[in-house]
């Protein structure tokens, strides 16, 4: 059996829900893995959107897509995701990611919060298409997190279910806080 960690697991999720998407947003772009995967989803048309808020992270983004051969389908955002509004328009996203807490590597300290974490999750649902999804990865162990799960959590709650669905994933024997992995449809 594979094993997987909570990366693996979402893209093969991700695989699994979404037909060939046209547009697609990387909220938290980081080393460029999601977004290279995003890449390797689209059509040769398609597209995607990666943002961090952090320069080094959209350097390593732009080598890794280099490497991959992907890099004309992405354009890179150096802004906070909860901007993302400003460079897409509503109902055009197939498929926004969010992998929350801190570039592997770099500073603890610079790190997603749950306030614009949430502002950005408002704006992904009127961005996000019908029958689009959003995958969150919400890390909460270490020395950061535990604010924005809980609260992320409680705003997931609180959605409409005749308007989304929203399951929340658990790598529940894994000891020290495992990170969730966490899917909304948009019905």
């Not at 999720?13 to 890449?39: H, N, Q």
């Not at 929350?100 to 009127?126: C, F, M, N, V, W």
Request: aromatic share 8%; net charge negative.
């Amino acid at each position: 059996m594979k094993r997987y960690t909570i990366t693996s697991w979402c893209q093969m999720r991700i695989r699994e829900m979404v037909d060939t998407p046209t547009f697609c947003i990387d909220a938290t772009a980081g080393t460029g893995r999601d977004t290279e995967f995003l890449c390797s989803l689209l059509t040769e048309e398609g597209r995607v959107l990666a943002m961090d808020v952090q320069k080094q992270a959209l350097l390593q983004t732009a080598k890794r897509l280099e490497q991959s051969g992907h890099r004309h389908q992405a354009e890179l955002v150096l802004d906070g995701h909860q901007h993302m509004d400003r460079y897409c328009e509503e109902e055009s996203a197939d498929l926004i990611m969010f992998n929350l807490g801190y570039l592997p590597g770099g500073d603890h300290t610079l790190a997603t919060r749950a306030d614009t974490t949430q502002i950005a999750l408002e704006k992904s649902l009127k961005i996000l298409k019908k029958g689009g999804v959003i995958s969150l990865m919400i890390y909460s162990g270490g020395d950061t997190g535990f604010d924005e799960k809980e609260a992320v959590l409680a705003w997931l709650k609180e959605l409409n279910p005749k308007q989304y669905t929203v399951l929340v994933e658990s790598f529940y024997n894994k000891p020290n806080h495992p990170p969730l992995p966490v899917f909304i449809w948009k019905n």
